[in-house]
């Protein structure tokens, strides 16, 4: 009888699916924008990232990922929600479904895609490759810090959407310069990512990463096709409007500095021995 594939070599294809279910759900939020499509994209976005850092990282530099990005990612929304910080204030409202304290569940869902995506992109641009290259602090300092600087990127457009659109939380401050949100809120979009990615990169100093199974280049494509799909959603439906011009220079910009890292790279399969 022959062996039956396991669950690594499998990651691929779960990968591949859980990225094309995602933008289904995505066209479908394109015409008729419920909360509960909202929260289901929003879970398989998750679920997609966390195979494909499974893939890409080994499964427990991707586990470690989920944790930080998780855990740190509640407690920010839930003191920025309660006491203001990191953000400024404001309250959620029951649009994105159920919540652990005053933070719907999958806003730390969304906190490590997004914190993920924008590993996998800085990765490509700097070093040409999905995974790090030499790991000093000081190399460690400056992608994280690039790193957040492209998940704020999303932000930009995602947040004022998520506030005049879909009304998902209210901010009890709205006279800020950017569609109402505050420079505190920038701050905090920074930082937060920043915190969640130095931690992981500080966390695997000392593992080698590996992939749990063959990683071909174009496996590499899954994260920048997660970021790629919400650039142009905010390009067909940002609001207000002139986030749809935005949107494809905030992150279109660092997206295709990446797809022209990914050119160059050379994935471990097919490196030349």
């Known amino acids: 009888m022959p062996a039956q594939p396991s669950l690594a070599s499998r990651l691929p294809a779960l990968s591949y699916l859980l990225l094309a279910i995602y933008l289904v759900i995505l066209a479908f939020r394109t015409h008729n924008d419920t909360t509960m499509a909202l929260v289901v994209a929003s879970v398989v976005m998750f679920a997609c990232c966390w195979a494909s850092a499974t893939h890409l990282l080994g499964a427990r530099p991707a586990l470690q990922f989920v944790l930080i990005a998780v855990s740190f990612g509640w407690f920010a929304e839930q003191m920025g929600s309660s006491r203001g910080w990191f ?140 970021y790629g799909s919400n650039m142009v959603f905010q390009m067909m439906l940002g609001n207000p409007v002139e986030i749809r011009s935005i949107a494809p220079f905030a992150m279109g910009i660092p997206l295709l500095c990446a797809l022209a890292g990914y050119q160059r790279w050379v994935a471990p399969a097919k490196a030349p021995v």
């Open 87 to 226: 953000f400024g204030h404001y309250t959620y409202t029951d649009v994105l479904g159920p919540r652990l304290g005053d933070v719907p569940i999958v806003i730390p869902l969304m906190w490590f895609a997004l914190t993920y995506a924008g590993y996998v992109i800085a990765n490509l641009i700097v070093w040409q490759s999905p995974v790090d290259g030499v790991r000093g602090l000081g190399n460690t300092v400056m992608l994280s810090f690039l790193a957040a600087m492209i998940v704020t990127a999303f932000d930009l457009g995602a947040d004022p959407y998520m506030v005049y659109t879909l009304k998902a939380w209210i901010m009890t401050k709205t006279d800020g310069a950017w569609f109402g949100e505050t420079v505190q809120g920038f701050f905090g979009w920074v930082f937060v990512s920043f915190v969640i990615i130095l931690g992981f990169r500080l966390s695997v100093r000392s593992l080698a990463m590996q992939p749990s199974s063959p990683f071909m280049r174009h496996h590499a494509l899954v994260p920048l096709a997660l």
